[in-house]
């Protein structure tokens, strides 16, 4: 036994001597260590700037882009959708369209003031049964935004009626 405890001994003692001597034979290179710490800092410093360039140019394309489109909804703005006229339907005309629309704003919205805008009649495409698929759609261009706004302002006033006021292209009913 006591032959055994030596062997185990001595084999513990060569792993330690084993490890002194790898360390010593490895010679870590402190400046050598740094160096190549500091070539690699360069080097993501380097990827860093060229990120940023990248960042910057894509921010700046997307502002530019944010900024057409911000111009193009102002354009938007100025139409508005009519829908549940009764008086109106697919043989209408523009002109009888328009006349009617100016009825429209002056009985129910209670604007009197002259306004300018274009119609175009919108005759959904569907099944003839389902009666607010083929219920024309007016689409009316005003010419001054502030015009829309004052439309925009009053739609409360066709709450509870089969009539919407939408903005253009935006589903927007007007019932509780």
């Known amino acids: 036994m006591a032959e055994s405890r030596n062997s185990s001994k001595s ?3 060569g792993l330690r001597a084993d490890k002194r001597n790898h360390v010593k034979a490895a010679k870590f290179n402190l400046e050598e260590f740094l ?13 860093n700037v060229l990120l940023k360039k990248q960042a910057e140019m894509k921010c700046g394309a997307l502002s530019d882009k944010n900024d057409k489109e911000y111009d193009r909804q102002n354009m938007r703005t100025n139409n508005i959708m009519l829908s ?60 001054n935004v502030n015009d829309s706004n004052k439309i925009r ?6 709450i509870n009626s089969l009539i919407w006021i939408n903005e253009d292209l935006t589903p927007w009913k007007l019932l509780k």
């Not at 006349?99 to 009649?121: G, H």
């Not at 302002?153 to 066709?158: G, L, M």
């Open 11 to 13: 084999s513990a003692r």
């Open 35 to 47: 160096e190549k710490i500091n070539v690699r800092l360069q080097a993501l410093e380097e990827e």
């Open 84 to 143: 549940g006229l009764n008086e109106v339907n697919d043989k209408s005309t523009p002109e009888e369209t328009k006349k009617i629309v100016e009825r429209f704003i002056k009985s129910k919205l209670k604007i009197s003031e002259k306004l300018s805008f274009k119609c175009d009649i919108i005759i959904p495409k569907g099944k003839q049964t389902n009666t607010s698929k083929t219920t024309p759609i007016v689409k009316c261009r005003f010419q």
């Open 153 to 158: 302002a009053t739609r409360k006033e066709v």
